[in-house]
């Protein structure tokens, strides 16, 4: 398995459930393992009864494992300062006003939101050495992967700049200072560095994300969730990036043979529209069902996540290298 992993899928299917689940059973097999969730209602914190946030904390009560919690409002508003901050050092004082409007402006459409979250996933897969596995308890979707074409589009950006900026050098300059200095000057212009800073980070995801992530999605056997669950293999596929297996969650029990009260009739005609929708995933996925999970009668925490953990047919040794 690869160093990072990651559970995608629609809202409220059990991305964070089956997350927790898996980096319990890694940390169990003695891998050193980060499980990072991202969804506003901090259900990490729920399902192992302790407060995270920003930064790595030890999970309470068990070994090797340890978890996190990005606030994509906080990432959104600390990624809008930061542009605020480096901008207002490039331009006149008398324009900053107007151009802060403009950046809060940007930072109100919904690509902002994922552009803010997918820089700090960068941000914790680069700071990762001293764990063994890092696991994600979303996955990028298209939005956030189109990301991954910017390292082309900057490179052409940057090098329109850099020309640019060579002839706007003073000839004078030029002369004074001669060409090799003035290329320096190029160099050190703080907003092709900042360009080139970012041109390198989505490269490096883009590296990572190929070469050493695994994609796992989790659905729930309705049509909602194989239709969303499609549209993300689409999205991954896009960018070269493969879905390992499928994890199906909260399939309904079959209550047994003889019970005809109204509860056990619901059940039966449940668990049978279920059992349709879990045989159209086999037959129309090519992807394999890595798991299936039953419904719980209560939310999964406790003993109940090693259940689950024992319930998922995903390797957890790390990948050697030859
Ligand atoms: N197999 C299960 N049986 C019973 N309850 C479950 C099961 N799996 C998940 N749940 C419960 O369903 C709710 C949603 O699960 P979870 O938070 O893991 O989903 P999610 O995909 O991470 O949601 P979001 O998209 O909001 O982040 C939680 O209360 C969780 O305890
Ligand atoms: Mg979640």
Not at 84 to 97: A, C, E
Not at 285 to 308: N, S, T, W, Y
Request: glycine share 6%; aromatic share 8%; with cysteine.
């Amino acid at each position: 398995m690869n160093k990072f992993v990651f559970f995608g899928g629609k809202g409220g299917v059990g991305k964070t459930t089956v997350s927790c689940a898996y980096g319990l059973r890694s940390a169990r097999e003695g891998l050193k393992t980060l499980v990072v969730s991202t969804d506003p209602a901090h259900s990490t914190s729920d399902v192992f009864d302790q407060q995270f946030g920003d930064e790595p904390k030890a999970v309470e009560g068990y070994d090797d494992l340890w978890a996190m919690e990005i606030d994509p409002d906080e990432e959104v508003e600390r990624h809008m300062q930061e542009i605020k901050r480096t901008m207002s050092d490039q331009v006149s004082p008398s324009i900053v006003n107007e151009i802060d409007r403009q950046i809060e402006l940007a930072h109100r459409t919904p690509g902002a939101y994922e552009a803010a979250l997918f820089d700090r996933f960068i941000d914790v897969m680069r700071d990762s050495e001293e764990y063994d596995r890092v696991v994600f308890d979303t996955s990028p979707t298209g939005g956030t992967l189109r990301l991954l074409s910017l390292p082309d589009f900057l490179e052409s950006w940057i090098e329109r700049l850099v020309k640019k900026r060579e002839k706007s050098i003073d000839l004078y300059e030029k002369a004074a200072i001669g060409e090799r200095e003035a290329r320096k000057k190029v160099a050190d212009d703080p907003i092709i560095a900042r360009l080139t800073e970012r041109k390198q980070m989505f490269e490096f995801a883009g590296e990572t994300l190929r070469n050493d992530a695994t994609f796992f999605l989790v659905l729930n056997p309705d049509e909602l969730s194989i239709r969303e669950t499609r549209r993300a293999i689409g999205d991954l596929s896009e960018y070269g990036l493969g879905v390992e297996g499928l994890v199906v969650n909260k399939i309904a029990p079959e209550p047994d043979a003889g019970e005809e009260g109204t509860g056990a009739q619901y059940l039966r005609q449940r668990h049978d529209t279920e059992h349709e929708r879990i045989r159209q995933i086999d037959e129309e996925f090519p992807e394999p069902v890595v798991a299936r999970i039953r419904q719980r009668v209560e939310e999964v925490k406790g003993d109940l996540l090693d259940d689950v953990a024992a319930e998922l047919d995903i390797e957890v040794a790390p990948e050697v290298s030859v």
